[in-house]
Structure formats: C-alpha cells, structure tokens
C-alpha cells in the first residue's frame, strides 16, 4: 500500500526552521522531534534565511490594495456587460 505524501504548513515549516537557527539541538535531534528528515529541515531553514528580508518590507499591504482597486473596477465592468447582454437576449427573445 503506498503512503499519502505528507504535507506541512508554512507555520510548522516556519517554526522548524526557527529552531535549527537557534542550534540548540542537532539535526538528528530535531528530525527526531518533528518527525522529519534532517534535509528537509536544511532546506526550510536555507528558504528561510533567503526570505527573512520579506518580513521587513512594507510594499506588499500597497500591492494587495492596488490588486483590490483593480479587482473592483474588473467586477463593476463584467456586471454592466452582463446587464447589456441580459438586455439584448431579452430583445431577441432569447
């Protein structure tokens, strides 16, 4: 019978990652703990360090303000398209 690929999330990983910067324990020991392989919680704790600098920006509140402004006016433009439409079909019986 073939094992379920586990899946983790980004808090676990986050937090994994976390205590092997602490290094307080090994890799062994903190596989053990977590119950994953020592590479995985090298990797995580690579991604990690290459990504802390994201925490500290202040662009991405701005980012997801200007996605919504545009998502808004992308809804008000298909609701007057889909009235028009419903009109027309109206108009020809359909």
Same mark, same amino acid.
Not at 16 to 44: C, D, G, T
Not at 68 to 82: C, F, H, P, S, T
């Given at each position: 019978?073939?094992? &379920?690929?586990? !899946?983790?999330?980004?808090?676990?990983? %986050?937090?994994? @990652?976390? /205590?092997?910067? =602490?290094?307080? +324990?090994?890799?062994?020991?903190?596989?053990?703990?977590?119950?994953?392989?020592?590479?995985?919680? &090298?990797?995580? !704790?690579?991604?990690?360090?290459?990504? %802390?600098?994201? @925490?500290? /920006?202040?662009? =991405?509140?701005? +980012?997801?303000?200007?996605?919504?402004?545009?998502?808004?006016?992308?809804?008000?433009?298909?609701?007057?398209?889909?009235?028009?439409?419903?009109?027309?079909?109206?108009?020809?019986?359909?």
């Amino acid at each position: 019978m073939k094992k &379920s690929r586990r !899946k983790f999330t980004s808090a676990f990983k %986050a937090t994994v @990652a976390i /205590e092997a910067l =602490k290094e307080r +324990e090994s890799l062994a020991e903190l596989s053990n703990r977590f119950e994953v392989h020592p590479n995985m919680i &090298s990797k995580w !704790k690579k991604e990690f360090l290459e990504n %802390a600098f994201a @925490a500290f /920006e202040g662009k =991405k509140s701005d +980012e997801r303000e200007y996605d919504a402004d545009r998502l808004y006016a992308k809804i008000g433009q298909l609701e007057i398209e889909n009235d028009f439409l419903k009109k027309t079909a109206r108009k020809l019986g359909l």
